[in-house]
């Protein structure tokens, strides 16, 4: 029997804002533990949450990007449980009138077609603390507890792993560009759970979905899915049944392991959050969001390809980096082969920039400096080749590529008599490759263009060179 | 005439011209604590030492004599409300050795008016009871007849203002907290309208009903304590941003034609002779005073306690939640944290807060919240509307405080619905959000107790029904009877 998957995901995005969702505390990754806590965000008896505004704005932000419907009227709740990361042993969060709802994410799948994933929702709430575990003891560190988070939820419109994985990417790039997170998944912004369930190929009705946790990559996602499909076709194949469940995916040996049955999942006893008024949003107010809209991935690597004349890969590649995509920009400005660019970019400016380890924003290379480089070479001043030791000396000093050029002598050599008075040298030294050549052995053509370049030390313009060399040689 | 057993303003005035110290205020204070505190044990903690040296720092900055409204006086603090660098138990085991990191909004408030903060006084646990029997520290008794209870949950504010230990006390009053022990004790309790007085600091029990208050002598002195505690914060989100009046230059206005509703619902069957009497010739005082009476309706009144002990549990089941041993108070250890929570909680809670906390969980359980808490919410806002109607055709609403004087100890402790029944005539006003003052209104003949008067305001009211409270007071002399210690 042919199976087909159904997947629904459940991301959760730490927002990029100064302070904390209902507290004044910093947010900043990487704090040595309990330094950025105050009574609010440790629950002590008697302190009450303030909203932080701006990561409401964020949140709404996020949903017109993604065409949701945004509330007018939205309210907190509390969800209550307990576990040593939640200081009030309730999360405040929303249940039944999320900021956003509805929506849609695009992302390409086989065949280069594209796919709507729906969006259900997108909420905000507070990240909890972050627990660890020693020897003999465990350690809470409360820096994560009251981040902003914002919850979006996917329909389940996802019937792959790979589909998964771009509905993610794709997501990741829009947050990116509004500036609403890093995305970071190493320092945990951007978090996914997985709901699956699989089905016989035209059967309308669900399977027992299945919660997968723990995946902390894009494409560890990617895989816990292929895992957990195959684990629920073969399980189906068997004869067996389905359990309703939370599991676990451990990335070190590729399993999803089972982490609670049905009976022991949360009575969460969601109710108003009493401490908080309502969310209420004038068109006035969304309106000043709108504003902030950024140009959304997808319609800047289609004016990529349109405006540049890049390949789609290129304008995929440099889009999905919004910092990259900045630089680009600035670099192509009035250049005449913007494509060139692009190849630079992604040839030699990117591997330079991973090895030094900076960011492309640390880059010693300015976009403008690189296309004085890139029209250097369009303008034929030096060679494809000179243009290498030129950047790596401008990656090295910071130095402008014209000032390189001139202090090393490096111009290149296309003045057409220069040039012949070269060819003329090389072919007086070697009538043997001459002869070979009039024999009809093609080698001796290179031979004698490299004869050349020793002669102008390099600085002849090697398509001068051949021109002028092969008019030469066939015409005397 | 001691010191100890004058009003906020009495004091005041004698601090302002020079004729006593704050020093000399505050050392009349520990004196009469030590006299008759081993008897009403109405303080939880008391520092002498940190007290004096606050009131030294008072008279050497000369703030007793320039014009801050509480220059010099001492105020005790129900265990409920932080105050930095204080235990703060809420008495309760489970915040045994719990010492306050911040100070409360309305302690800044006291503190930037010159006040001086005395020490903690006992309460029921977590504020749940009317009758300061749920603490978990001592039994505070009724200055006016020792085998008898000092009301709750602010008891112990109560009785420190009646038997003169302070003078004046911050109480909170989530169904008639502050109101009720003013009423069995004989002294005056104001709740403010919700959001008047920020809760930024106020240990929640229901965060949608919570609001301190003063207890005070006299309705001049509540009315001053208000004008300190009122006003925005932007730390509490639901206190309000209206501008706070001067409640206490309007007060000799009297009451010439101001229409008193008296609430058909709460003059009824099996209501105590003689607090009925009481609050009967009280209405004749206000009418000969001026005030015309109109008979108004409550008609939801009947739905109030059912309400209040849903939405109030619901709400405590989550706001007590943080108490599990994981980062201040009791810690009782476990083989894992789920068995650390049920050992702490179990050992830290007494038996009313856990009642309370598992009514209020079950009432928010899946497949119960719409038949409990959604109901009570729709009924809280029919509440809420009986009294808007009301004050349509009233200025102020008045009605007895508690149904009966002080009842002995151990009387409703066994019955946990009657003393619920203890708040009838105060807890719809919490759920309605509107303000209210207790005064007393006369005493029972044998044995003589207090008897309370409630005055009952519109939202942001609080002008008013001061008005009619000094009013009241002015023509009777109730509050010159003093229990005999």
């Known amino acids: 029997m042919e199976y087909e998957a159904v997947i629904g995901l459940e991301v959760h995005v730490q927002l990029k804002t100064a302070s904390k969702m209902f507290c004044g505390c910093a947010t900043e990754f990487g704090a040595p ?66 900021l956003c709802r509805g929506g849609a994410v695009e992302i390409k799948v086989e065949g280069g077609r594209t796919k709507k994933i729906g969006i259900i929702r997108a909420h905000l709430e507070e990240d909890v603390a972050k627990n660890s575990h020693f020897e003999t003891t465990s350690g809470v560190d409360f820096n994560r507890a009251g981040v902003p988070l914002m919850e979006v939820v996917s329909a389940p419109h996802i019937n792959s792993p790979d589909e998964a994985f771009a509905y993610l990417t794709a997501l990741k790039e829009i947050l990116i560009s509004g500036v609403v997170s890093d995305c970071d998944m190493e320092k945990g912004q951007l978090r996914c759970d997985s709901n699956v369930s699989v089905r016989p190929v035209g059967q309308k009705a669900f399977g027992e979905k299945v919660e997968i946790k723990n995946m902390n990559t894009i494409s560890g996602v990617r895989r816990a899915l292929a895992y957990e499909i195959d684990r629920q076709i073969a399980a189906l194949t068997r004869n067996e049944k389905i359990q309703q469940e939370t599991r676990r995916w451990d990335d070190g040996t590729g399993k999803t392991f089972v982490m609670r049955t049905k009976e022991y999942a949360h009575d969460y006893r969601y109710f108003p959050e009493p401490d908080l008024m309502p969310v209420v949003m004038t068109d006035a107010m969304v309106g000043e969001i709108r504003k902030r809209l950024p140009e959304l991935p997808e319609t800047k690597r289609r004016r990529f390809v349109k405006q540049y004349g890049l390949p789609e890969y290129d304008a995929g590649l440099l889009v999905a980096d919004g910092a990259l995509a900045a630089y680009y920009e600035k670099a192509a400005a009035g250049v005449k082969n913007p494509k060139a660019i692009s190849n630079w970019v992604m040839t030699v400016l990117l591997g330079n920039v991973s090895a030094a380890k900076k960011t492309i924003a640390e880059c010693p290379i300015s976009p403008e400096q690189l296309g ?77 263009k490299g004869q050349v370049m020793k002669h102008s030390k390099g600085k002849a313009n090697p398509q001068l060179v051949g021109e002028i060399l092969t008019r030469k040689l066939q015409g005397s | 005439m001691s010191l100890h057993t004058l009003t906020i303003q009495q004091l005041r005035e004698k601090l302002r011209q020079g004729e006593v110290s704050a020093r000399e205020a505050t050392q009349a204070m520990l004196d009469r604590i030590n006299a008759v505190d081993g008897k009403i044990k109405a303080y939880l903690w008391l520092n002498p030492e940190d007290a004096l040296s606050q009131a030294d720092t008072i008279d050497r900055s000369g703030i007793a004599k320039d014009g801050k409204p509480l220059g010099g006086i001492p105020i005790a603090i129900k265990d409920v409300i932080n105050v930095e660098g204080q235990p703060c138990t809420c008495a309760s085991k489970i915040l045994n050795g719990y010492v306050s990191v911040y100070d409360a909004f309305v302690i800044k408030r006291l503190r930037e008016s010159g006040a001086l903060l005395l020490g903690r006084t006992n309460m029921d646990e977590f504020a749940m009871g009317s009758s300061t029997e749920n603490s978990s520290w001592d039994v505070t008794r009724n200055p006016w007849d020792f085998d008898r209870i000092p009301g709750g949950s602010s008891g112990g504010s109560a009785a420190a203002v009646a038997a003169d230990e302070a003078i004046a006390a911050l109480g909170s009053d989530t169904g008639g907290s502050i109101r009720q022990p003013a009423a069995v004790c004989g002294c005056v309790g104001l709740k403010p309208t919700y959001g008047r007085v920020s809760r930024y600091g106020l240990v929640a029990f229901a965060s949608s009903l919570d609001q301190i208050g003063p207890l005070t002598k006299t309705a001049a002195d509540a009315a001053l304590m208000l004008g300190v505690l009122a006003g925005h914060d932007a730390s509490d989100s639901t206190s309000v941003p209206q501008p706070v009046p001067d409640y206490t230059a309007p007060l000799d206005r009297g009451i010439k034609g101001l229409r008193v509703g008296l609430p058909k619902e709460y003059f009824i069957e099996g209501m105590d002779r003689e607090v009925e009497t009481a609050v009967r010739s009280a209405i004749q005082q206000l009418q000969s005073l001026g005030a015309e009476v109109v008979e108004i309706s409550l008609p939801h009144t009947d739905y109030a306690v059912a309400v209040y002990y849903l939405i109030a549990t619901a709400e405590a089941s989550a706001n007590l939640a943080r108490f599990d041993g994981v980062r201040y108070g009791l810690r009782v250890a476990g083989k894992d944290p789920i068995e650390m929570y ?144």
Not at chain 2, 424 to 441: D, M, Q, W, Y
Not at chain 2, 462 to 470: G, S, T
Request: a positive charge; glycine letters at 8%.
């Open chain 2, 342 to 485: 049920g050992k702490t909680r179990g050992t830290g809670f007494g038996p009313e807060v856990k009642r309370r906390i598992i009514l209020g969980t079950y009432a928010l359980s899946a497949g119960y919240y719409d038949a409990y808490y959604l109901r009570a919410q729709k009924v809280r806002t029919l509440i809420r509307r009986d009294f808007e109607k009301a004050f349509v055709k009233c200025d102020v609403i008045v009605t007895p405080t508690s149904p009966t004087a002080a009842f002995k100890f151990g009387e409703k402790t066994e019955d946990p619905l009657q003393m619920y029944l203890s708040d009838i005539f105060t807890i719809s006003l919490n759920l309605a959000g509107n303000c209210g003052v207790s005064i007393p209104c006369g005493f029972t003949s044998n044995p003589k107790l207090p008897i309370g008067l409630q005055v009952l305001g519109k939202p942001f009211g609080e002008e008013i029904i001061l008005r009619v409270a000094h009013a009241y007071e002015q023509a009777t002399d109730w509050r010159k009877q003093r229990p005999n210690l």
């Open chain 1, 33 to 98: 533990p309990n330094t950025q806590v105050c009574p609010v965000c440790l629950g002590y008896p008697g302190v009450l949450p303030v909203m932080n505004e701006e990561a409401v704005r964020k949140t709404i932000l996020t949903g017109l990007m993604i065409d949701s419907e945004i509330s007018r009227f939205s309210k907190w709740d509390r969800k209550n449980y307990f576990y040593p990361d939640m200081p009030k042993n309730y999360q405040i969060s929303q249940y039944d009138l999320p």
């Open chain 1, 372 to 448: 004085e480089l890139v029209s250097l070479v369009d303008g034929g001043q030096i060679s494809g080749k000179m243009a290498k030791d030129v950047f790596a000396e401008m990656f090295a000093t910071g130095k402008g590529a014209a000032v390189i050029v001139k202090e090393k002598g490096l111009a290149q050599i296309s003045d057409a008599g220069a040039v012949e008075a070269f060819v003329d040298l090389a072919i007086a030294a070697n009538p043997k490759s001459v002869s070979d050549f009039k024999a009809g052995n093609p080698a001796a053509l290179n031979f004698l």
